[in-house]
Antibody
Framework: QAQLVQSGSELKKPGASVKVSCKAS????????MNWLRQAPGQRPEWMGWISSSTGNPTYAQGFTGRFVFSLDTSVSTAYLQISSLKAEDTAVYYC????????????WGQGTLVTVSS | DVVMTQSPLSLPVTLGQPASISCRSSQSLVYSDGNTYLSWFQQRPGQSPRRLIYKVSNRDSGVPDRFSGSGSGTDFALHISRVEAEDIGVYYCMQGTRWPATFGQGTKVEI
């Protein structure tokens, strides 16, 4: 059974950058898809895109290009989300999710990382 | 983007009684492969979302059989046959048929 552990909450000023980590353990290597989702306070989740665990190729949804970067370090079983030029509207909980959101087997979710952007 | 509209947004429930949530999409969710990629997620207070149902009516492993999904095309529903206290939270439908994947606005199930 896979488990995903994300890095802790971050408080950043506008214009700064942040890097959120997501470490996988008990990982089954046949699960290729690592998704990233954002959930602003009191709002529905938004799908940001995904990265292939086998190729490292990222795919970004509209609205998440340019300032957002997905990456992997397979040597430590960790996925990363980096956000640059932070804005107040980036304040949200960010989730990593292992697996296909629309097909079996079940997906595995990190506990979420709260990123707060405030001056 | 496909707009997912849920109703109601707030659902008062009685323990032991049935409950249903509706989800409507702005476009048909039937994909070219014949599948309909409509999932339901549960988010308990303070927790990460958890998928309950995929492809309209398939329960994920470990999900109680009191949860079921139905629907086709643009109209879908999540049913709880007998609500239990642990079912309290926010439920989201999500479509994965058309790019990008999108969520409904959520239905808060409360006692």
């Amino acid at each position: 059974q896979a488990q995903l552990v994300q890095s802790g909450s971050e408080l950043k000023k506008p214009g700064a950058s942040v890097k959120v980590s997501c470490k996988a353990s008990g990982y089954t290597f046949d699960i290729d898809t690592m998704n990233w989702l954002r959930q602003a306070p009191g709002q529905r989740p938004e799908w940001m895109g995904w990265i292939s665990s086998s190729t490292g190729n990222p795919t970004y949804a509209q609205g998440f290009t340019g300032r957002f970067v997905f990456s992997l370090d397979t040597s430590v079983s960790t996925a990363y989300l980096q956000i640059s030029s932070l804005k107040a509207e980036d304040t949200a909980v960010y989730y990593c999710v292992l697996g296909d959101l629309h097909q079996p087997p079940p997906t595995y979710w990190g506990q979420g990382t709260l990123v707060t952007v405030s001056s | 983007d496909v707009v997912m509209t849920q109703s109601p947004l707030s659902l008062p429930v009685t323990l032991g009684q049935p409950a249903s949530i509706s989800c409507r999409s702005s476009q048909s969710l039937v994909y070219s492969d014949g599948n309909t990629y409509l999932s339901w997620f549960q988010q308990r207070p303070g927790q990460s979302p958890r998928r309950l149902i995929y492809k309209v009516s398939n329960r994920d492993s470990g999900v109680p059989d009191r949860f079921s999904g139905s629907g086709s095309g643009t109209d879908f529903a999540l049913h709880i046959s007998r609500v239990e206290a642990e079912d309290i939270g926010v439920y989201y439908c999500m479509q994965g048929t058309r790019w990008p994947a999108t969520f409904g606005q959520g239905t808060k199930v409360e006692i």
